[in-house]
Structure formats: structure tokens, C-alpha cells
């Protein structure tokens, strides 16, 4: 019966502020508690923020928790480093840490589908928004443009490649329309997430530009949101379900054996959706 109640413990400090309305971690957290349950686990979110002096480690075990899922939480923080080395059962998401099990998407591909479906449309001047770059993730993805732009033989002026936030409408409304105000501006520009083609559409329609007729753009995610707006956008879909079904698949995996096969990292194929924002030139 005791294996049945075990409580598995999430640590989600996502920057935005949306906290369980976050139109894609949402997915991944929800589908994290429905595999846990159907494994017979409990699922506590264990509040991120930290009274002066406490720790990560401190705040699972009063929770008694077994484990913990750790999403989008600043790695470098002491607190954090507490937990890495208290010996509870961790699984990360989106993130490497000194051999800890870790789910995440193929970023590489992602990108490298985005760059390749812009240039197979006849696009050479193609600019970056990225995330923050403080992760895995985001270095992932800035190099494999990089990377992709060299093997399409692209070059990429000064300027192309700007640091963004995820999730930060406002400001990739103002990098937008930066981007299209250099002397030669792009003709496509990557955003970091969906959510920011709401702010790409506001730079747009300032500047008096047709989307996709005047200026492309891809976004990444796939959430359904972009899906249902006018044009629909082009974007990476991450798999969700499967990340979060997964992390806590490794995470149990990881309570029950102390084996090192169990703290192996898992990545998950993405699929490119044909949108309406890549215009043929």
C-alpha cells in the first residue's frame, strides 16, 4: 500500500509569471501528474520561492516528497544545488545538470527544420530572436542556426541574431521592429516561442506590413493558441505529452534503481507545422 501513495514533487518557477496558465508548460505538467497518478504517485508542486536561508532540499523533505521534477528553475542557485547533492531522486526538463536524468525535445532539428522550410521558400535574409541564454536549450538552439545557416550557404549579417525572453510579448514586439527598420532588414525572423508571434503581429501591423506578404515569421512550441489565429504560424510542435509523461516515467525509474542507465538523457523528436506565416519569394 505504501508503494501505492508515493508523493512525487514538481519544482516549476516559470519567469513569465503565468505560472499553471503557461500555454505550454501546462502540457507538459499535466500530462507529468496523469502518468504519476496512473502509476499509482501523488503529485505535490512545491512552492519555488524560498524563504531567506531555505533550500530546495529542505522544502522537498517537509513536503515528503521522493523525488521532484524540476522545470524552469535558475540551476545556478544555491537552493538548487542543494537538492542536486541531498541524494533525493531528481529528473530535470529542458535542462542538463551534472548526470541528472534529463527529457527534453531535439532542439537541433527543430531549428535546423525552420531554417531549411525558410530557405526552401526562397528566404536569405532570416534573423534569430532567441530565449535568454542561460540554458541548454537556448544555446542549443542558437548554435544549430548558426550551423544551418552556414550549410545553406546564408550569411548572417550584425544584427540578425537578438536576445529576446520567452513568453515576453512586449519585448519581441520591440526586437521586431528593430529587425525591420536595419537598412536591410530580413525578410524572415524566427522567434523564440509562439507566444511571441502575438507581439510580432503588434510590429507588424504598427509598421504598416502584411504578414505573410511583407514579413515572415516561424514560431516554436505548437501551441494551439497560434494555430487558431489569422495567418496561422508556422512552427516547431514539441512533443508535450510525451516530455511529460516521460519525465516522470524517468523519475520513478530513477526512485526504484540507482542504476546509471536510469540517469541517461531523453530527447524527443519535434515536427514542423506547415503554416500560413512563410511566404514564397
Do not use: W
Not at 207 to 223: K, M, V
Not at 239 to 254: C, D, M, N, P
Amino acid at each position: 500500500m505504501a508503494e501505492q501513495m508515493r508523493n512525487l514533487g514538481i519544482i516549476y518557477a516559470d519567469e513569465s509569471g503565468r505560472g499553471l496558465t503557461h500555454p505550454f508548460f501546462v502540457l507538459i505538467l499535466n500530462a507529468f501528474r496523469e502518468e504519476a497518478q496512473e502509476r499509482g504517485c501523488n503529485v505535490t508542486f512545491i512552492n519555488p520561492v524560498l524563504e531567506e536561508g531555505g533550500d530546495y532540499a529542505q522544502r522537498c523533505r517537509q513536503c515528503n516528497v521522493v523525488g521532484v521534477c524540476m522545470v524552469c528553475v535558475d540551476f545556478d542557485a544555491p537552493q538548487f544545488k542543494a537538492l542536486a547533492e541531498s541524494g533525493i531522486p531528481c529528473v530535470t526538463i529542458d535542462h542538463l545538470y551534472k548526470g541528472m536524468p534529463a527529457v527534453l525535445s531535439d532542439n537541433e532539428t527543430g531549428v535546423q527544420k525552420l531554417v531549411e522550410y525558410a530557405a526552401s521558400r526562397g528566404h536569405r535574409r532570416i534573423a534569430f530572436i532567441h530565449g535568454q541564454n542561460n540554458s541548454i536549450v537556448t544555446r542549443t538552439r542558437i548554435s544549430q542556426f548558426r550551423n544551418t545557416m552556414g550549410y545553406q550557404a546564408l550569411p548572417i549579417p550584425e544584427g540578425y541574431v537578438r536576445e529576446g525572453r520567452y513568453d515576453d510579448i512586449a519585448l519581441t514586439r520591440r526586437l521586431v521592429k528593430e529587425l525591420l527598420r536595419l537598412p536591410e532588414p530580413p525578410t524572415c525572423i524566427l522567434l523564440p516561442d509562439d507566444m511571441a508571434y502575438l507581439g510580432a503581429q503588434e510590429a507588424a501591423r504598427e509598421l504598416g506590413l502584411r504578414i505573410p506578404e511583407d514579413i515572415s515569421f516561424a514560431g516554436y512550441d505548437g501551441i494551439p493558441l497560434t494555430q487558431a489565429l489569422t495567418p496561422r504560424l508556422t512552427t516547431i510542435r514539441q512533443s508535450s505529452e510525451v516530455i511529460g509523461r516521460k519525465a516522470a516515467q524517468r523519475l520513478i525509474e530513477v526512485i526504484d534503481s540507482s542504476e546509471k542507465s536510469s540517469r541517461r538523457v531523453s530527447i524527443y523528436p519535434v515536427e514542423l507545422i506547415e503554416g500560413e506565416t512563410i511566404a514564397e519569394v
